[in-house]
């Protein structure tokens, strides 16, 4: 079975720019989370998706980012215009769905440096 | 708000050496509690979680982990690394998203071990 799988796994932009991150979760979990690692930081949760629906967004930074699950699978994460603070790992995690507490699997992350 | 700390954030050891790192929370209700190991080049992998039942867990690799609910504690053991253990290791813990199901998890800042031939 394919793990989770996030696309590209590196990307330089610079400030200004936008940069789109995609994540492809375990086929048949509902349930897909966007974290991120700023450099010597904890990892931080950013949203969570249930299907198609976002279902917390409470650790967006800020409106400059924005999430989207069309139709339940993958995911998209953009952030328009890129700033330098942006910088830092951005993991994908999925989990089954269907149970109040249940295990998430982490895809490989993308690194995002912003100059 | 929930916290989790992890009082080491660099450890080396020697081959065969004994393992203990420390994870304290802080949230006064029911918790879930995870580690992940980051191996170099790696994505994150579950090592073993905590969601209830038996307090001492075993999960791959050797290491176990106890929780200790008046401790606030979630510590990670093992009897004796090996070079191969050298990774990040993240402790976590689940808060319950009360609507819709799932959860989502409060990391540590993470304890990087480095382990010696």
């Known amino acids: 079975e394919a793990g989770v799988t996030q696309f590209p796994s590196h990307s330089v932009i610079e400030k200004g720019q936008t940069v789109t991150l995609r994540c492809d979760p375990i086929?048949?979990?509902?349930?897909l989370y966007w974290y991120r690692r700023v450099m010597g930081k904890e990892i931080k949760f950013l949203l969570h998706f249930v299907k198609e629906s976002k279902q917390d967004e409470s650790g967006m930074p800020n409106n400059r980012f924005l999430a989207e699950r069309t139709g339940g699978t993958y995911s998209t994460l953009k952030v328009q215009p890129a700033e330098l603070e942006d910088s830092g790992v951005y993991f994908c995690a999925s989990s089954l769905g269907g149970l109040a507490v249940d295990t998430q699997y982490f895809g490989p992350g993308t690194r995002l440096t912003v100059l | 708000a929930q916290s989790v700390s992890q009082h080491n954030h660099h450890v080396i050891l020697s081959e065969a050496a004994s393992l203990e790192l420390g994870c304290n929370y802080s949230?006064?209700?029911?918790?879930?509690l995870f580690w992940y190991v980051q191996y170099p080049g790696q994505h994150l992998q579950l090592l073993l979680k905590y969601f209830s039942g038996d307090p001492l867990v075993k999960g791959i690799k050797g290491f176990e982990a106890e929780f200790i609910k008046s401790k606030f504690s979630f510590n990670l053991r093992k009897p004796s690394v090996q070079w191969s253990d050298t990774a990040e290791y993240f402790c976590a813990v689940n808060q319950l998203i009360l609507t819709g199901g799932g959860n989502k998890l409060t990391f540590g800042t993470g304890t990087q071990l480095k382990v010696e031939l």
């Open positions: 086929s048949g979990h509902d349930n």
């Open positions: 949230y006064g209700g029911t918790v879930n």
